[in-house]
């Protein structure tokens, strides 16, 4: 999968503004990770498509990874662009420093969070935040797909 600081520009300058975005504050949340899964669910579930799981999946795995390698997590923010759906994750790190997706080993019990992301969204990017952090985005197109 594409790994592009340029991403979100990109996105934004083929389709326009998102017609909805939706922003959840996060920082004081008891679960942050949960609370990022049932934000993605409630705001994507007039979809009605089966990848808005894979969304929430994600959502729930960039989270996370904020709240275990950085400072915590900031907030999330969801556009939606009709069939292509933004998730930009927002940390209170110190920025960014080796953000990529590596390998686990089959039995390592962590390090499969980005790899998860790469695989569940047509392209993911990080770069850091205006203020400090990191804004990791993934971008998913639920287009129906097309087989013959």
Not at 63 to 77: F, I, K
Not at 118 to 131: D, H, K, R, T
Request: with cysteine; charged share 20%.
């Amino acid at each position: 999968m594409p790994h592009d600081t340029e991403l979100l520009d990109r996105v934004r300058r083929a389709v326009g503004p998102p017609p909805a975005r939706h922003h959840a504050d996060l920082s004081a949340a008891d679960l942050p990770a949960r609370a990022a899964r049932r934000f993605v669910e409630d705001i994507l579930r007039p979809l009605a498509n089966e990848a808005v799981q894979d969304v929430a999946l994600v959502a729930d795995e960039l989270v996370a990874n904020a709240e275990t390698h950085a400072c915590g997590v900031a907030c999330l923010v969801l556009e939606v662009y009709g069939d292509v759906i933004v998730l930009t994750v927002c940390d209170r790190g110190p920025g960014i420093r080796g953000i990529t997706a590596r390998q686990a080993a089959p039995d390592d019990t962590n390090g499969r969070g980005l790899a998860l992301v790469a695989a569940l969204s047509a392209a993911w990017s990080a770069q850091p935040a205006p203020n400090g952090g990191a804004l990791v985005t993934a971008v998913f197109d639920l287009a129906p797909k097309v087989t013959r």
